[in-house]
Structure formats: C-alpha cells, structure tokens
C-alpha cells in the first residue's frame, strides 16, 4: 500500500507570548515545528505500513528549511521525502496550496491514502485536505478518529468525529483523509530514525517539475487577499473575587445577574 | 511575477514590519528592513507600514469568473437528523447584515432528502429564496454528493456571496466546492461586513490560535465564500408577519452516487449538549486531580443547563473523552458563558475559548495565566466553590 503524508511546517505557538505592553506577538525564538495534527497523520500512516505493508510519503510545499520537518518525519517512520519549493509557491492560500499539493501527489504517481492533518496551527482553516481530494478527483473524509480497517477489496472503514458523536463510513480507496489528536498517540523517534534521517535523501521539486498552470500557483493563483492584520483586543480586566467560598460565590453569581446573564435556575434542559 | 519588495528611500527603519510578520521573516540591516526566504507574502507588514508605504506586493492574480455576472447572497441551509442545523439562522442573521449594504436578494441552498419542510422555515427567517434539490437518494452525511448539487446550484444562480456554517460539514463541504469553482474561501469567520464602496466582502477571522486576526478579501473571483464561526453572529428571529419567499426546485440537476457509504451514526450520550453548540460550558482540567471529580463539573454543567468541556491534560489522562476538549488540538468554542476550573490557561487552550462571551475562572493559584483573559475569577479550591456554585444557582 502507498501512503503520502502532508506535512506542513508552522511556527510554534507555544512560545508565542503577549507583549503586555504593546498587545503583540513576541516571535523571538520561535522554533519552526511540524503541524500538531500532522504528527498524528504521520503516526497513523506509519501504523498503516506496519499492518498492510507499504511505503509512507511524507509531502510539504514550503521554503527550503522545510527540509528540518520533512527529515523529522523521518526520524518518525517515514521512509521517502520530498518538498515542494519554489519562489513561485510562496503566497499561496488554501486553493493554490491545494493544487500544488495535488500536482505533488500525481508527479508521485498517487497513492492508496492520503492523510492530512485536520488543519494547520498558523491558518487554522482545514480546507487545504478537501481542496487537494478535490483536485485528485477523490473522496474525502475530514476529522477522522478511528481507522478501523482496510479490507481485501480495498475498502476502508473509518469513524468520524462530528458535534454529536460520530459516524461509521465506508470508503472506497483511494482517498484523503483528515486527522484529529484522538486517533493516535506519536511515538518517539528511534535513535535508528534519527540516524536515517540524517542521511536520508531528499527531493525537491520546483514549479518546472510539476504539470500545473502557473497561474493557479502561489500569491497569483490565490483568490483571497489578506489586506489587514492586527491583535484582538484584550478583555477589559476582569473582576476577581477572593475570600470565603460562600462569599465569593455569591457575589460572583450577583454580579452575573446585574450584568443581565440569564442563569437558569432549577436545573438542566 | 509575485513579489515584494521594501522601498529603500521610503523605509525609516522602524521596526513595524517587524513585529507584525508571523512568520519572523523580516530584519533591520543598517537600518532598512530586509524581507527573508521565510517570507509566505502574507501581506501583514504591508498593512503594518501603511504609514510609509516602503513595503509592497505586486501581484498578478488568474482571472476569475465575470464578476458583474454574479449577484445576491446565497446561504447554506445545513441540517442533520432531519432538522435544520442552528448555525442556519445566525448565517442567515449574518447575511441580513450584508443585505442591508448589498441591496439584493437572500436565498439559501437545501439539498437532501425529505428536506422541503424545513423550507418554511428558512423562509420565515427573512430568506427570499429557497434553491432546493429534494431527493431520497442524497443522505445527510454524503458531503461529497451535497458538494457537487451546491457547486451546480451556485454556478447556475451564480450569487456574489455564499456562506456556509463553521461546521465540521461546512467546514468540509465548502473547500471541495470553493475549489472546483476556483474561487476563495475564508475559513472560521467572526466577522463579516460589506464594504460599502466597493462593495466587496470583508471577512475577518482568526488565526495563529486567534493571537492575531486578519481580514481578507476575495476581489476578483466569485462567489466570495466564507465559512462562519458558530455562536458567533446574532442568529436572525422568525418573522411573525409572514415572510415572502418562495421555493426553487431544481430537481433537473443529476444526483451522483457518494462513494461514501454511511455505516452507522454514534451518538455520544454523555453529557447533555454537545460543546459546540451549548450557550453554558463549564471546563474541568488537572486541577480536578481524579477523573470521577467530573462529577462536579458535570453538576455545574447540569445546574446551568450547559455542557461539559475539558483541557487537553484532562483528556490526555483519559477522564474525559476527547470530543470534550477545548483548544487548539480540540474544538473551538463561543459559549455565552465559559467556566474553567482548574485550568491553567496554557496558550492552546485560550485558543479554543477566548471568543466566549464570558469568560469565568476558578483556580486556586492567583497568578494562573487564565485570570488574565477571565472576566470575572475566584481564586480559591475548586472543590469548595463549585459545589457551592451549584448549591447557590440550584437554591436561588
Ligand atoms: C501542540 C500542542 C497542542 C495543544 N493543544 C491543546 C488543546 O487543544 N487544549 C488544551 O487544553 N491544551 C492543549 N495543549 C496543552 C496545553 O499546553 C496545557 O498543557 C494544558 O492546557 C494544561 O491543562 P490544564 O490547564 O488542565 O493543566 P495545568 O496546566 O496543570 O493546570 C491545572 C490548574 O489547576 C489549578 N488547580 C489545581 N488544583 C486546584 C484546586 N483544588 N482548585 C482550583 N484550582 C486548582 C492549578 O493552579 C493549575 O492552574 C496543547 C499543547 C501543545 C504542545
Ligand atoms: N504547505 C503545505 N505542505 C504540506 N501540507 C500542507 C501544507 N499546507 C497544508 N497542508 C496539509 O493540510 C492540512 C490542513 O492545513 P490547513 O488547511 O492550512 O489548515 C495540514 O494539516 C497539512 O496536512
């Protein structure tokens, strides 16, 4: 079975911290890390391999010290590496990321599955995974916490975290799935892993080696402008009440019915 | 070709640029700044140097669809278990907003089966049209199948505007339809307002864990397409007077076949409402110490008629199952009201509830980071204050 793992590398907003002062972000020293949720698509494709033989793919479309992430995965059980990276990507929203990402995935001649995480910690948006089934002409399923098995007839039983539960769905392969944390839990890279990944060879595509339309590529094949960007206001301090439990309960609750919040009374819906 | 480029003689060496690109892609040299391969043209220092205006994109952009062809506002009409989805009037709310600006025509898109019911509905909402596809071949989980009757439906009425709900469907469905129409979408929006001018949509939302916001804008393709987050815009009222509207079968379009089969639907019975959707949430983390401490929270949540939520070291210990997790790894929430207790207030998890209208804290170490985003906080034990929080709310 062929696998491919999207990965994308992202500031790692652990230690970004507010500037009391000036409300913004303090970026020094932040370390650039794999996506969260790509850590788990990582895992999951790994422990695919292990149980349905195969290879796993790791893919990320980014600058060139990608390479550190891509060689991390590594170091995880990945076992073939190749970055997407050319002036001509940069700027690219969801859409153009999408096809790019797509155009990577049919230069590697598709795969079995692709996993994805379910979004990335910069953008937040989770559409890159949809976008790039729909461009590969495959299904997609999205927030996937469970893949229960893959049969002999190439169908694949997953669970599907929604609001208010979950859903069993079948699906025929190939297709692309998207992660959540609840699926797996990564293990530690090996000090073999480690050693691969250090000497493991990586391939770097650019614009020219892929069959895309130039337009539909980085800041020009992207639709949405991003015109403004600032920090959200901080709430206007908040009351805090100390003391005797009977006493700050009381007027926590006073304070809540002056400020007109409805608390039901008597109990649940 | 894309780039950008900093204008030597305007730039002052202030530094602004600096502290605004997320990407840590920006230096002073001698004083100028200098742009590094790090750089995603995010346009952020852009925005930041408007002062000066030393920095600039250029930018050629792939022609979209005719514009001026497109017109009116088009929602989607989520609904699951044969009920319209809440997130549908406070779309629809957001929608009516932009109409005021906008001038034209509010319609919403209903696709499944046994679904004409729910269009009354809709209507009374203020909707003036509903397009509709009524088939019992189409089940409400087929995204795939509901991506391409809405990408049909969309290119046939062609609306400037559609808006879907930040739902785990919309938020699945809309990028499949954005990307076969070609056109932009913003994902997770707070804040949505026309432009009065140009008459283009300005979609604001958050992002890097809603540490920062960005508003965006999609001027030459359409439709302008936006996914909204939940709970977040002011739901529209049923008219009483009786609405005008009326109902668009477009039942000529093919219906495909899903190549997803739908096995089963869990229910998740724990817990009253489920977080997404709930008005109350009270939080529970490590500070409960024990997993059948949840039995506290879950009273709380109970007294209050809300839902239960948990941090990620709470879920990370197994006490509490991870559809309950807030944050950033988790799910991101708008209550009216959010309640953590024991929490401390770790950046990711401020990222999934720090757009809750009320934000209350119970932590018994005063210098917990929570209390610098909590509206109101008790700094005390958790074990004596919740219980006498239930024990006051119940006998008040
Ligand atoms: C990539 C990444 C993603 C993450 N995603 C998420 C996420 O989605 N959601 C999330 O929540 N976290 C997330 N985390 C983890 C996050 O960094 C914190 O570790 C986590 O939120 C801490 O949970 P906590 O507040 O329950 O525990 P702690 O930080 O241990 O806080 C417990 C608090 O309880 C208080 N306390 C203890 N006893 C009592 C008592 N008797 N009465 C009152 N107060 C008491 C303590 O003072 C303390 O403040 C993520 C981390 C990483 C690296
Ligand atoms: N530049 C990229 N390179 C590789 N994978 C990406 C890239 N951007 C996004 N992805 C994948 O798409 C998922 C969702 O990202 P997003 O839609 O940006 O939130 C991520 O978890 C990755 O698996």
Redesign the interface.
Known sequence: MKIIVCIKQV?D??N???NPE?N??V?EG?ESIIN??DMYAIEEAVRLKEKYEGTVTALSMG???VESALRESVSLGVDEIYLLSDR?F??A???AT??TLAAGINNLEGADVVLMGKQA???????????V???LGL?????V?KIEEIDGNGYM?VQR????????????LP?VLTV???INEPRMPSLKGKMRAKSKEMKVWTAADLDI?K??I???????????????P??KG?????GE??D???E??D??VK?G?P??????? | ??DIKVIVEKCVGCGLCI??????AISLVDKKAVIN????????CV??CKRYQAIV?T??????QKVAAYSGIAVLAEH?HDRLSSIVPEIIGAAKVLQKTLNKKLSAILVGKNVKHMAGEIISYGVDEVWMIDNPKIDD?AE?VH?SLVTDILLEKKPEIFLGGG??MG??????V???L???????CTELEMDPEAMIL?QTR????????????????RPQMATVRHKVMKPAKKADDGHEGKIVEMDYIDIPDS??????????DTN???I??ADFIVSGGRGLRDPKNFKLIEELA????GAVGASRAAVDADWI???H?VG???KTVNP??YIACGISGA??HL?GM??SD????INND?NAPI???????????LF??VP??VK???G?
Not at chain 1, 139 to 143: E, K, L, R, S
Not at chain 2, 37 to 44: F, N, V
Not at chain 2, 371 to 381: E, K, P, R, T
Request: glycine share 10%; net charge positive; with cysteine.
């Open positions: 500031p907003t652990t970004v911290k507010i000036t913004t972000l970026r932040v969260p949720f600058p060139p010290q001509a940069a700027g929203d969801t859409l999408a096809y910690i910069d953008g937040d948006t989770g559409q890159v995974g949809p976008g089934a729909e461009n299904p997609h399923i999205t927030d916490r039983t975290l929604l609001e208010d539960g979950y859903v069993r769905l079948k699906v025929k297709a959540v944390k609840e339309d337009e539909r980085g800041l020009s094949g992207s639709p949405t402008w991003v015109t403004k960007i600032f920090t959200p901080k709430p908040g009351k805090i009440f100390q439990t009977r700050t309960v009381s926590l609750l304070e809540l400020g919040i608390i039901k009374r008597g109990g649940g819906k | 070709m894309n502290k605004a690109c997320p990407y840590v391969e790090k750089c995603t043209l995010c346009g952020a925005d930041a994109i930018r050629t952009t792939f022609s979209g699951r989980f795939d991506a739902t785990v938020r699945s469905l809309l990028p499949r954005a990307a076969r070609l056109t932009g979408l913003t994902a997770d300005k958050p992002a890097f864990g809603g540490n920062i916001m960005a508003t965006i804008l999609c001027k030459n393709h190549q997803v089969e739908v096995l089963e639907f869990v229910k998740e009253t409402v489920n997404a959707d109970q007294a209050l008629g199952p991870y559809s997790q950033q790894t988790g009216k009201i950046i990711q990222a720090k757009s009320i934000i209350i804290a005063p209390f610098d985003v909590a509206h109101y906080g008790i700094v005390g034990d004596e204050v006498e929080l006051q709310i119940k008040k």
